[in-house]
């Protein structure tokens, strides 16, 4: 593939990254609630790779012409960030030393990001969208190939922006309890927005 196309895709993902949503929230509380961020990041990447592999597979325009399937994916997705966002509220992490969230295993940890990723509609839509803009029919490497390449280039960029996101937030905040609560009881509340939104629309639409 070229650099060029490359290049003018990271950018695009990059910006996209750098857009706060229910993956920084979790990554946010992730960098409040535990020792390292990594199995949390982890499970997001975890997501966004599979959302990779589905487009890749040509599965997610079957997913966007289904009205039931798409609607079921939604509802999955909205009712699992909203159960989240409400735990999250529920149970603010309290940032002192060795206040980690001992119960939550790096497994369970995984598990909750690929949730958040992978159960979201939008980011199939959105790679069913722009990911195959950046292929070219003619190249040399036949276009799922091309497509999982720049999907991994889109994940390289969430490992480094999320990884970031939770490491400043352990860092800066645990140090203060006031405005850690506070950023964490934003990101459960984010996780609800979002959540809500996403039934609203599917129920609008």
Not at 97 to 115: C, F, N
Request: hydrophobic share 60%.
């Amino acid at each position: 593939m070229p650099v060029g196309t490359v290049a003018a895709f990271w950018a695009v993902s990059l910006m996209l990254v750098v857009t706060p949503g229910a993956d920084w929230a979790y990554a946010i509380s992730a960098g409040l609630r535990h020792r390292t961020v990594l199995p949390a990041v982890g499970g997001l990447l975890a997501g966004h790779l599979a959302a990779t592999v589905v487009v890749a597979a040509g599965v997610a325009g079957l997913v966007a012409r289904s009205p039931l399937v798409m609607t079921a994916l939604t509802v999955a997705g909205a009712a699992y960030l909203v159960w989240l966002g409400i735990g999250t509220l529920a149970r603010p992490p309290g940032p002192q030393a060795g206040a980690e969230q001992a119960a939550d295993s790096w497994v369970r940890q995984v598990v909750k990001g690929a949730g958040i990723s992978g159960l979201n509609p939008k980011v199939f839509l959105l790679f069913l969208a722009l990911l195959p803009q950046f292929t070219d029919p003619d190249a040399g490497w036949p276009l799922a190939v091309q497509i999982v390449a720049l999907g991994l280039v889109h994940v390289a960029s969430c490992a480094v922006v999320y990884t970031g996101v939770g490491a400043a937030a352990r860092r800066v905040l645990r140090a203060r309890p006031t405005a850690a609560q506070a950023v964490t009881r934003f990101s459960g509340a984010a996780m609800v927005v979002i959540g809500v939104l996403l039934l609203a629309e599917q129920l609008v639409g």
